[in-house]
């Protein structure tokens, strides 16, 4: 009886298909968070591609806010780091972020490393994410866990952009967080603000 149920959960063990590194999205006290629809991929319904891929609303608010911090910032001062640049905020744990400034001081050693950066940014800046949110209880937790993993390992500010409900949530340590419209004023350091509902008018577009 002992030698069957043996050769059952062996064979159960092998049926199951094992999730390929390249799906793991981030990863949190070494549990990893995949991709959205990633057992898709292992189905054969969508490419790798389909779910890694960004919406043309995505690309269109990271490159308007590319172009305006690298037009206000010291870079001298600061590194704009952007394209999903990974930062190790933890031991066995690493988040992918939009869009990332940090004292160019701080990163220097490690931006030519091929690996991620240890160093905590002074301010994150989200849009939307792409990990797969059905393994919180409520889609909310992941962006509060994130946002609280964030702030506690240094990062001063973190900015999360809301494509879908047009909203934009600042958090700082020991102040309030706050929700605001496209059209708030948003400080992220120093006197550098930015009105998103402006830069997306500004290009001849509209949301």
Known sequence: MATTIKKEL??????????????????????????????????GELSLEAVMGSSGLHSLILLLLIKFLLGRLNTKKHYLGTGEVGYKFAPRSWYNLDIAIWEKEKVKPYLTQDK???????????????????????????????????????VKKVIW???????????????PWLIV???????????????????????????
Do not use: C
Request: zero cysteines.
């Open 10 to 43: 062996k064979n159960k063990k092998k049926s199951r298909k094992k999730v390929p590194r390249a799906l793991i999205y981030e990863m949190r006290k070494g549990s990893p968070i995949y991709y959205r629809d990633y057992d898709k991929v292992l189905k």
């Open 161 to 175: 952009i809301f494509t879908k409900d047009k909203k934009i949530w600042i958090a700082e340590n020991k102040k």
């Open 116 to 154: 991620l950066i240890p160093v905590a940014p002074e301010v994150v800046i989200e849009i939307d994410t792409k990990a797969d949110l059905r393994k919180f209880e409520n889609p909310q937790d992941y962006f509060h866990r994130k946002t609280q993993d964030l702030l506690d390992s240094g």
């Open 181 to 207: 419209d496209f059209d708030y004023d948003i400080p992220v350091m120093g006197k550098i603000k930015f009105n998103l509902k402006k830069l997306i008018e500004e290009e001849g577009q509209n949301v």
